[in-house]
């Protein structure tokens, strides 16, 4: 997230030198074409914007997302397809080898767009043209894939908070603060408030089908352990992570491996502390703000590992209305765009704002939250898996194996670790891709676990 500032008036504002951390969210693709196209419905009109998207796939994103371009984009009609990360790269991809391009806007995660810079058109004159957005230098770099022509433009962001309760904090252990924990002061405190709570635990995590419980390893567990998340994988460090992993889980509500979102069961009272994406937390304050506190996540031995997470927009090449793409990007990225997006479905601006004071009172308390955990003195940042592509889910996978053999099946972790290392490489040996943040980022050496 962007970095927040008191201004004069109204609410914080977004310094362009932060960054910003977002997510993925499951749900069902459209079907493709035979030949390779997303699905055009409602695409008919002439001049109209396929918008080919990894973002926004639960329906109800999706169609305030809709409303927002209905609202917004005038002089093209916009169709959005939100697909999963596989359907998004085959798509892509087959368009680009059939020269039968039908995608004239694509939009998705850093790590999504970056295998398919080649794909993708020089938008170095758009990037000029909207230098008035102030698109942090951080985020703007990642959009030139490795310091060559920008190939994407900044979109949104997100990150992945702590949701607490306000009766939970009575357990806190002495002298601890709830935004300022440790690791080890988080275990002691989920310990004590199911102890306090009758036995009852307090803790869930999004460990269901569709839970994003993957990225709690790979961006926050094992960074705050080892310092890094693929080359340190099976390492000592991250040993002591996952051991640490089966105490805190021992603390956890055993349901959490039904839980896909967590915002259901706090509103529920089912949980009182409960970790996941922005996106996916801010209902559960909605009705009652004044009970709830948002978090960073805690640090571990190396720092304060938190997942950086944006989302960029891009023009394939060959696109049939690359110039009303453009003017799509010029809209998704203006300032009271951004602000609607963030009003609507929680993911936050990568243009220097100001935050208007009326937000809803759960986005202005992730907003807070977002900022701590940037501002964290330590802070270890993490981005999803870069360069993947139809492989992203297996890797996925390999991080829900070591949580379902170690903390469910109570299997021997080095061991565990070792094996997962194996298949981990296997699919880093085929894909030879550079390693990401906060693993050492060396252009033409594979990521390699270590």
């Known amino acids: 997230m962007a970095r927040h500032a008191e201004p004069a008036t109204g609410g914080p504002g977004i310094d362009r030198r932060r960054l910003l951390g977002l997510g993925l969210a499951a749900g069902a693709a459209p079907l493709l074409t035979a030949c390779g196209g997303a699905s055009t419905t409602g695409s008919d009109a002439d001049g109209a914007v396929t918008f080919i ?11 305030r997302f809709e409303q927002i371009l209905r609202e917004r984009v005038t002089g093209a009609t916009v169709s959005y397809n939100p697909v999963e990360p596989n359907v998004f790269a085959s798509t892509l991809t087959s368009q680009a080898a059939a020269n039968r391009v039908q995608v004239s806007l694509a939009g998705g995660l850093h790590g999504d767009l970056a295998p398919h810079a080649e794909r993708l058109v020089n938008l170095d004159e758009l990037a000029t043209k909207l230098a008035d957005r102030q698109f942090p230098p951080e985020i703007a770099e990642l959009g030139r894939l490795g310091g060559g022509a920008t190939t994407y433009l900044p979109w949104m962001q997100a990150s992945y908070v702590l949701a607490v309760h306000k009766r ?56 705050s352990f080892t310092g890094g998340q693929m080359t340190t994988f099976r390492g000592p460090d991250a040993a002591e992570a996952w051991r640490y992993m089966t105490q805190l889980w021992a603390q956890t509500a055993p349901a959490s491996t039904n839980f896909d979102n967590m915002q259901e069961p706090l509103q529920r009272g089912e949980v009182l502390v409960a970790w996941d994406h922005v996106a996916r937390l801010v209902a559960a304050p909605a009705d009652k703000p004044d009970d709830w506190v948002m978090a960073p996540a805690p640090r571990g031995p190396k720092g304060l590992g938190y997942m950086l997470v944006v989302a960029g927009l891009a023009i394939p090449k060959g696109a049939p209305e690359a110039d009303r793409a453009r003017q799509v990007i010029e809209t998704l990225t203006a300032p009271e765009v951004q602000v609607e997006v963030l009003r609507r479905n929680a993911f936050f601006p990568v243009v220097n704002t100001t935050l208007p004071a009326d937000l809803p009172p759960a986005i202005a308390l992730e907003a807070e939250a977002v900022r701590r955990q940037q501002e964290a003195e330590g802070a270890v940042v993490a981005l999803p898996p870069v360069g993947l592509g139809a492989r992203d889910g297996e890797v996925s996978q390999i991080f829900k194996n070591c949580f379902k053999e170690i903390c469910l099946d109570r299997r021997p972790v080095q061991q565990v670790l070792d094996r997962q290392a194996r298949e981990l490489n296997k699919i880093l040996d085929e894909v030879k891709v550079p390693c990401w943040r906060p693993d050492p980022v060396v252009a033409g050496q594979p990521c390699r676990v270590q």
């Open 168 to 223: 939970a904090l009575q357990w806190l252990p002495s002298g601890a603060d709830v935004q300022n924990l440790t690791y080890d002061q988080f275990l002691t405190w989920v310990t004590d408030a199911r102890r306090g709570n009758g036995g009852k635990p307090v803790l869930g995590l999004p460990c269901g089908p569709k839970g994003l419980y993957h990225r709690f390893f790979q961006g926050y567990l094992l960074p």
């Open 53 to 63: 998207s990894t973002q926004f796939t639960p329906v109800e994103e999706r169609q």
